[in-house]
């Protein structure tokens, strides 16, 4: 019979064994689709979303300019997921969501620090410990380090 504790050890042994790149995976899977979500409903009207930048995002920092300010914010929201989704450049580019994610909780919604709070922890993943296997990013190191072998191994 397995005690507890023994069932607990064993339960995080299975767990230990998910690799990091079928998180990562899903970790760049879910926040591309929560940028690219809210670039889609900034496009499909932006008449409406240069006046919600100037009459609500923007309210308390009114010297920025509403419409420049959406053209940025659309287009780091369809660029850098479309980075991290596919595992290019991948650390860099959670940084302007990062960025986004904290002004948005500092500036424009302070009450919806769930959502931000899940954002920046998908993001802080992707930061911390890169795209996975499973990425252009690993492709492109592999290439890397096969080239620097060659080389070694031709001097």
């Given at each position: 019979m397995m005690t507890l504790p023994r069932l607990a050890v064993r339960f995080r042994d299975l767990?230990?064994?998910?690799?990091?790149?079928a998180v990562a995976l899903l970790a760049r899977a879910a926040i591309a689709a929560i940028f690219w979500r809210a670039a889609r409903t900034k496009l499909a009207n932006f008449d409406l979303t240069v006046a919600l930048f100037q009459d609500e995002y923007l309210r308390n920092l009114p010297f920025l300019p509403a419409a420049p300010m959406a053209y940025l914010a659309i287009a780091i929201e369809l660029a850098a997921p479309a980075l991290i989704l596919v595992g290019l450049a991948t650390r860099l580019a959670t940084l302007p969501l990062i960025g986004m994610a904290l002004f948005i909780q500092v500036f424009v919604y302070p009450t919806s620090w769930p959502d931000h709070l899940v954002w920046i922890a998908l993001l802080a993943l992707?930061?911390?410990r890169g795209a996975g296997a499973i990425s252009l990013d690993a492709l492109i190191a592999g290439r890397l380090a096969h080239g620097d072998a060659a080389m070694k191994a031709s001097a």
């Amino acid at each position: 019979m397995m005690t507890l504790p023994r069932l607990a050890v064993r339960f995080r042994d299975l767990a230990e064994r998910i690799p990091h790149s079928a998180v990562a995976l899903l970790a760049r899977a879910a926040i591309a689709a929560i940028f690219w979500r809210a670039a889609r409903t900034k496009l499909a009207n932006f008449d409406l979303t240069v006046a919600l930048f100037q009459d609500e995002y923007l309210r308390n920092l009114p010297f920025l300019p509403a419409a420049p300010m959406a053209y940025l914010a659309i287009a780091i929201e369809l660029a850098a997921p479309a980075l991290i989704l596919v595992g290019l450049a991948t650390r860099l580019a959670t940084l302007p969501l990062i960025g986004m994610a904290l002004f948005i909780q500092v500036f424009v919604y302070p009450t919806s620090w769930p959502d931000h709070l899940v954002w920046i922890a998908l993001l802080a993943l992707l930061l911390a410990r890169g795209a996975g296997a499973i990425s252009l990013d690993a492709l492109i190191a592999g290439r890397l380090a096969h080239g620097d072998a060659a080389m070694k191994a031709s001097a």
